[in-house]
Nanobody, 119 residues
Framework: QVQLVESGGGLVQAGGSLRLSCAAS????????MGWFRQAPGKEREFVAA?????HYADSVKGRFTISRDNAKNTVYLQMNSLKPEDTGVYYC???????????????WGQGTKVTVSS
C-alpha cells in the first residue's frame, strides 16, 4: 500500500535550519508530483511547496525553503532555512499525479512531522 513517511522535524531556534525528508513507497514515485503542506496550531493546513518538472512555493517560504527529490531513493526533501516562529507546525508530505492536484487536494498524505521554531 501507499506510504509516505516524514522525518527530520524537531525544535530549532529562529534563524536556524532543518531538512525534512519523506520516504515514499507503494506507487511509482518518479512519475508523481510531490509536495509539502503544514498546519500550525489552531489553523488550517496550508500548501508550502511542490515539485514535479518544476517547483512551486507559497509566498511565505519563497527564498527560504527549497524542495527537491531523489527518484533513486523515492524521497522528497524540504530544506528550510532562516526559520521563523511562524513556520511552526506539523509538516505533511503529499503526492498526486500532477502538480496542480498536489497544490489543491493531493490523494496521498503522510502522517506528519512536527517543527517548532522558538523565538
Amino acid at each position: 500500500q501507499v506510504q509516505l513517511v516524514e522525518s527530520g522535524g524537531g525544535l530549532v531556534q529562529a534563524g536556524g535550519s532543518l531538512r525534512l525528508s519523506c520516504a515514499a513507497s507503494g506507487f511509482t514515485f518518479s512519475v508523481y508530483a510531490m509536495g509539502w503542506f503544514r498546519q500550525a496550531p489552531g489553523k488550517e493546513r496550508e500548501f508550502v511547496a511542490a515539485i514535479s518538472g518544476d517547483t512551486h512555493y507559497a509566498d511565505s517560504v519563497k527564498g527560504r525553503f527549497t524542495i527537491s527529490r531523489d527518484n533513486a531513493k523515492n524521497t522528497v526533501y524540504l530544506q528550510m532555512n532562516s526559520l521563523k516562529p511562524e513556520d511552526t507546525g506539523v509538516y505533511y508530505c503529499a503526492g498526486d499525479t500532477i502538480i496542480q492536484r498536489v497544490r489543491a487536494l493531493p490523494v496521498y498524505w503522510g502522517q506528519g512531522t512536527k517543527v517548532t521554531v522558538s523565538s
